[in-house]
T-cell receptor
């Protein structure tokens, strides 16, 4: 079965600084990979996803993520963080042919002005 | 197009009481899911329905039952609420194609006293 690790529980950055949120997965084959964002009091919203092809994936709100098979990673990046990016971020991995993704425990992003 | 809707938004129960959380989607999705979210635990799958007429247990099904009433609606029932079921509950849906981007409702906050 697949598993997902988000090593950082909290990340604090200053507004305008760059951001990288880490995600590592354990799965034998090439998985489906997702990043979701949860704003306070809201449900989760898809930021981006990787199924196949180009390993650098562009998402909404200026985010991107890179799939690195050799490192079993799918890290989320943003070159310049805005205060409105403060939220909880979840990485998820899906097994091909399965309906059920596995979610990481989340990383809480705090943005200082 | 409302997406995924959940009712109620907030509920307080006493131990032993029962209640049903309602979920509906208007995207003609085949698959629907119930998750609970607890601090530091990420999202844990309670039950899911891959298609109308089927339901299956997820990671934490004990104390819950579900009904896939029709293609649109998927309810979660707590027969005898316990304080350990205090949580935020999210319903989600997906196409059921095997490339599962999930769409989430806004959540139900449940407090069991």
């Amino acid at each position: 079965a697949q598993s997902v690790t988000q090593p950082d529980i909290h990340i604090t950055v200053s507004e305008g600084a760059s951001l990288e949120l880490r995600c590592n997965y354990s799965y034998g084959a090439t998985p489906y990979l997702f990043w979701y964002v949860q704003s306070p009091g809201q449900g989760l919203q898809l930021l981006l996803k990787y199924f196949s092809g180009d390993t650098l994936v562009q998402g909404i709100k200026g985010f991107e993520a890179e799939f690195k098979r050799s490192q079993s990673s799918f890290n989320l990046r943003k070159p310049s963080v805005h205060w409105s990016d403060a939220a909880e971020y979840f990485c998820a991995v899906g097994e091909r042919g399965s309906y059920i993704p596995t979610f990481g425990r989340g990383t809480s992003l705090i943005v200082h002005p | 197009n409302a997406g995924v809707t959940q009712t109620p938004k907030f509920q307080v129960l006493k131990t032993g009481q029962s209640m049903t959380l309602q979920c509906a989607q208007d995207m003609n999705h085949n698959s629907m899911y119930w998750y609970r979210q607890d601090p530091g635990m990420g999202l844990r799958l309670i039950y899911y329905s891959a298609s109308e007429g089927t339901t299956d247990k997820g990671e934490v099904p004990n104390g819950y039952n579900v009904s896939r009433l029709n293609k649109r609606e998927f309810s979660l029932r707590l027969e005898s609420a316990a304080p350990s079921q205090t949580s935020v509950y999210f319903c989600a849906s997906s196409e059921g194609s095997g490339r599962e981007t999930q769409y989430f409702g806004p959540g139900t906050r449940l407090l069991v006293l």
